[in-house]
């Protein structure tokens, strides 16, 4: 079974900018509907930001919008984070993903995950 690896992770001030990278062990991410995800202490995995196995369309929850940049690097999906707040606060992890209703759903095995901390 895949292994997500997430990386980018850091201490950033409200208002500055992170890239995450995800990758896998074993295979290139190329072809899979691949997430973002965040928990935030205290608070339940959401869903961030998710990009489509074929045609690599993006999708962004709504707090994520204008701010938030998915996309593909070789085997990589990487999530670009402008404009970071203190709410972003939170562990960020990748999944593949499947497309059930409207809903993106996770359902690989979760990573380590990345820490995101945005603090003056």
């Known amino acids: 079974q895949a292994r997500f690896v997430e990386s980018g992770g850091g201490l950033v001030q409200p208002g500055g900018s992170l890239r995450l990278s995800c990758t896998a062990s074993?295979?290139?991410?190329?072809?899979?509907?691949i997430g973002w995800f965040r928990q935030a202490p205290g608070k339940e995995r959401e869903g961030v930001s998710y990009?489509?196995?074929?045609?690599?369309t993006p999708y962004y929850e709504d707090f994520a919008k204008g701010r938030f940049t998915i996309a593909r690097d070789g085997g990589k999906v990487n999530l670009q984070m402008n404009e970071l707040k203190p709410e972003d606060t939170a562990v960020y992890y990748c999944?593949?993903?499947?497309?059930?209703?409207?809903?993106?759903?996770?359902?690989?095995?979760w990573g380590q995950g990345t820490q995101v901390t945005v603090s003056s």
């Open positions: 990009i489509s196995g074929y045609g690599s």
């Open positions: 074993g295979f290139g991410l190329g072809q899979y509907a």
């Open positions: 999944n593949t993903v499947v497309l059930e209703g409207n809903r993106w759903t996770p359902f690989g095995s």
